[in-house]
């Protein structure tokens, strides 16, 4: 008998639906338009009055943007940005620069471009 435990497989698929939900869903793509389906309608109607168009405007409007998220940008453990004077690294050759890049990822400022896929030509 078993013990329990993590098995290859076992459990519900990640974004699965349960049987609610996918009911739910399938009722309402029989019922024809959605309550979002409605509200761009009306917005987009042109004889419909303008405050009534506004309204759906903003009703809608979470549901087709995404609200943007407040971020504050950091250094190194929270500390400040670290910038680098590109015009330093104009005299470098390749080797030196790709010498610099590995002890820069070494170190752990940069995470490096094993691929050089960013390189340019210096």
Known sequence: MGRGGKRAGAGRRKGAQNKATAQRERDVAKGGDTPLDYMLKVMRN??????????????????VHPKLASMQHTGPKGGPIQTVDVAKLKGMTNEELD????????????DGDPGREGCEEV
């Open 99 to 110: 010498l610099l890049e590995r002890a820069l990822v070494q170190i752990g400022i940069v």
């Open 46 to 63: 042109p004889r419909a009055d303008g405050e009534r168009r506004d309204r759906m405007a903003v009703a809608a409007a979470p549901y």
